[in-house]
């Protein structure tokens, strides 16, 4: 007890007690006396020496670890304490996720990472602040007067305030546990931005994980067990937790020394194929000479450096090492560690022996602990996207920490493609002689995911245009490239890559080349970049390749510069997808799925092959208006645009019209029957086709699927603004009303329906209800330009009057028009209404299966 407690229960304790107030006087002043002593002799311990003596108590009962920042726990307590010796000195500070939610859609995954920051302890009298600095306004100079005048115009943030537990020597104890089960990743905004509820953090469900909480030299790792307890919304939750109200996961705190001042920052160049991290990664530098630009930005990079720079070949100081999670199973675990050391022929291109290596994570070796670069296994509900992330010096972009995330079900998804293409299971093949090129196709492409992310996590960005370089980089989203036999048998065996690209080799080259001391390093990197240059390797950054991210919000127009695609001629290659698609479907049975196996598991394998063109459609709709473009810099002697010819971009449309044909998007009656409705245990989900038939197999909506890709493709706002533009320009060069006119001449209404099959007729119906449906969308799009809503309410006025012509023609015979005349007088009514704005337009039911990624 402290003095000061001491002398508040002397003078309250007697007077709280009714027993006390006959006491005498005597007794009072008695007491009264000890009081005084003990007020003197506390006033005679000083405060130090006081808090000395709750360091002593504190430390004494807690276990310690020491390290950067050491931790001591006192189990009594329940605490995490730090003892903090070094006051205004930066550090970086990130947390992460170390036990995640489970959900693709909602990315809250075991590994994810936050943002890193560089802060400092500043002490207030009691309290001690942690303080974010603004490193992204900044001045580079000598002078300290102007750096302060950068430093006090922009906003620190203060991440936490900390009262001083106890002190002693310069060592101050500061209690961790509050500010490590905080919501340092904004959980619950996320949630409750994804529609699941409102949650919020639970202190009395919320613990350290001691287990997880470590300090080693150069960096200390707090893990804690979290609880969000709230009112569920939605319907992600509860199929991941077992009580959705209540949703428990593990955040991780990571404080890490600052590297040494041996790392040089290399300055960012678009040109490279180094990650553009935006606002991220770029700073504003106020102390910039006038006449250069104050927005600056360096790449992402290992700092890696030759034993011997003089030498050609050399062995790195330290190398690169990355370690395979050891929860990845066989095969794929080896499958991941071939295609990462991949990356070693990039660093040997570079001038380094082994200067990229990959290990297995060490027994008891923690994934979150900055010392590692790690490739992570993620296990999700559904599948879903893999990440290469990383954590950086946020002063340099150095790269601290690599950590790769790999969706674990990517590899089951790509063997149910095998299994589509091949059919395998045919009577008379043993199952597990059917397995082997299924197996080899999915370790194959999980090789390349592997490759892919470890890429990122280097630095490097994806180069979308590899696909037209020979596949020349596995920083592309590869699609695999299946071909046909003399005999017309489908052939996989050069599915996907082996290796590493052209490309991925001249970007290390850049980036992580060690020059000698006496070379000029911006004089040979230069030369580097024009070997680059000079290679005729294209490259097509993410933000200009797929659609909705950043810059394409729209659909790009650079025919080199595409998802999931082959080969350099993009209209070529989606008339080829297509013949491939037709033997594919022609050949698809119950030899799909193995003996034993529900046959309604037939349309699982079923969604991708029928949808393989998906990706292709959108390649070759970058023909149609498009631009091919480079990243040029003045004096660079790149081209910086070309315009697509006439006679491609026409070759472009005929051949996207040809998939909305109903000879090609028709499923056999034969295999139609083959597919009965899900069995008990077998469940629906978003990877399958959508119904209007109930639970029956609905082949129409099948084919409404496919055809709603080709049509949101030819008719997206931006491409159709670029077509009138460069038509504007060039005469000779299509417009949208070319476009318009073609989709209307080959989906209709024509007098000729009615020439249609039975079963073809209620596909070419369903195909003139979509269009119809694009069109009103499109004339209502707000977003658009006004010249093409115009054109598309134009078209969709050419549709009703070709419907009147049609309802009207002699030509139909009573039987077939039975079919023809309600669905025409359906959609002129549609039409009317929406011309008239009696009836706003309303998006379909129709949600297509998801593709991305494969």
Not at 281 to 300: H, I, S
Not at 812 to 823: I, N, S, Y
Request: glycine share 8%; aromatic share 8%; net charge negative.
């Amino acid at each position: 007890m402290t003095g000061w407690q001491l002398l508040l229960t002397g003078v309250w304790a007697p007077l709280s007690s009714s027993k006390q107030a006959d006491r005498t006087v005597s007794f009072q002043v008695t007491n009264w006396g000890v009081l005084t002593a003990a007020l003197v002799l506390c006033l005679m311990v000083p405060p130090t020496l006081q808090a000395a003596n709750d360091f002593n108590t504190i430390t004494a009962n807690s276990e310690r670890q020491s390290g950067f920042i050491p931790l001591h726990w006192h189990s009594g307590e329940g605490r995490l304490y730090a003892e903090v010796t070094t006051l205004n000195q930066p550090f970086i500070y990130y947390p992460s996720l170390s036990q995640g939610v489970g959900s693709n859609d909602l990315g809250l995954d075991r590994g994810r990472l936050g943002g890193t920051q560089l802060v400092q302890f500043e002490r207030v009298g009691p309290r001690l602040l942690l303080v974010a600095l603004n490193t992204r306004y900044r001045a580079s100079s000598n002078n300290a007067d102007e750096r302060r005048a950068v430093r006090e115009a922009f906003a620190r943030s203060v991440l936490w305030g900390f009262d001083i537990a106890a002190e002693q020597d310069q060592r101050l104890l500061i209690d961790l546990t509050d500010f490590s089960q905080r919501d340092s990743l904004k959980l619950a905004a996320l949630l409750k931005q994804a529609g699941e509820g409102s949650y919020a953090v639970d202190p009395r469900r919320s613990v350290i994980n001691l287990q997880r909480s470590k300090a080693f030299p150069d960096n200390s790792e707090i893990d804690a067990l979290v609880t969000f307890v709230g009112q569920p919304e939605g319907k992600i939750l509860p199929t991941v937790a077992p009580d959705a109200g209540a949703i428990t996961v593990h955040l991780h705190h990571s404080f890490v020394r600052l590297p040494d001042d041996g790392y040089t920052p290399l300055a960012y160049d678009p040109r490279a194929g180094f990650i553009d991290g935006g606002e991220e990664d770029f700073f504003y530098d106020y102390a910039a000479p006038l006449g250069q630009p104050v927005k600056r930005g360096y790449a992402r990079r290992h700092r890696l450096e030759k034993k011997y720079p003089d030498r050609a070949l050399s062995e790195a100081v330290e190398p690169i090492i990355y370690y395979v999670d050891s929860g990845v199973p066989e095969p794929i675990r080896s499958a991941l560690v071939e295609g990462a050391s991949w990356w070693n022929q990039a660093f040997e291109a570079a001038g380094y022996i082994d200067g990229f290596q990959v290990k297995i994570l060490p027994p008891g070796a923690d994934p979150m602990d900055v010392r590692y670069n790690v490739i992570q296994w993620v296990h999700r509900s559904t599948r879903g996207w893999s990440y290469g992330m990383s954590v950086r010096d946020p002063r340099t972009q150095e790269i601290i920490k690599g950590h790769v995330s790999l969706g674990s079900l990517r590899v089951r998804q790509d063997y149910l493609l095998a299994e589509g293409l091949l059919a395998p299971y045919k009577p008379g093949v043993d199952e597990a002689e059917a397995a082997k090129p299924l197996e080899e196709f999915a370790l194959a492409r999980i090789r390349q995911l592997s490759a892919h992310e470890v890429g990122h996590t280097i630095g490097l960005e994806h180069n979308f245009a590899a696909s037209a370089d020979d596949r020349a980089s596995v920083m592309d989203y590869p699609h695999p490239y299946v071909t046909l036999s003399d005999d017309n048998k489908v052939d996989v065996s050069d599915a996907y890559a082996v290796g590493i690209g052209a490309w991925d080799k001249q970007a290390i080259r850049w980036g992580y080349s060690d020059f000698p001391d006496d070379v000029d390093t911006s004089v040979a990197r230069a030369a580097l970049m024009d070997k680059l240059l000079a290679s005729g390797l294209s490259f097509v950054a993410d933000r200009h390749a797929r659609v909705g991210s950043l810059d394409s919000g729209a659909g790009p127009c650079h025919s080199r510069g595409s998802l999931w695609d082959n080969g350099a001629d993009p209209v070529a290659e989606l008339n080829r997808i297509m013949q491939l698609r037709r033997v594919v479907l022609d050949n698809f049975s119950e030899a799909v799925i193995k003996e034993g196996q529900p046959l309604a598991k037939i349309e699982d394998a079923l969604v991708p092959a029928y949808l393989m063109h998906r990706y292709q459609v959108a390649a070759a709709a970058t023909v149609l208006g498009g631009k091919n473009f480079t990243y040029a810099l003045k004096g660079d002697g790149q081209i910086p645009t070309t315009v697509t010819e006439a006679q491609r971009q026409r070759a472009a449309l005929d051949a996207l019209l040809a998939t909305l044909d109903p000879e090609a998007l028709s499923i056999s009656a034969e295999l139609v029957a083959l597919i009965p409705p899900r069995p008990p245990m077998s469940g629906t989900s978003r990877e399958l086709f959508p119904r209007q038939t109930g639970y029956v197999f609905d082949s129409v909506a099948a084919a409404a699927t496919a055809a709603d890709l080709t049509l949101r493709t030819l008719l997206d706002p931006a491409r159709a603004a670029r077509l009138i533009q460069q038509n504007s320009v060039d005469p000779d060069l299509p417009d949208f009303s070319e476009v318009l006119m073609g989709l209307v001449k080959a989906v209709g209404p024509t007098a000729a329906d009615t020439s249609f099959t039975s079963g073809h007729a209620q596909l070419a119906r369903r195909m003139q209800k979509e269009l119809a449906a694009q069109l009103m969308a499109l004339a209502s799009r707000m977003t658009a330009a006004d010249s093409v809503r115009g054109a598309a309410a134009y078209a969709l006025h050419t549709m009703l009057e070709r419907l009147t012509t049609s309802q009207g023609t002699k030509k139909m015979k009573k039987g077939e028009a039975d079919g023809w005349l309600p669905h025409y007088y359906f959609l002129e009514q549609k039409i009317r209404l929406f011309e008239a704005k009696a009836e706003p337009w309303q998006a379909g039911s129709l949600t297509t299966p998801p593709g991305s990624p494969i």
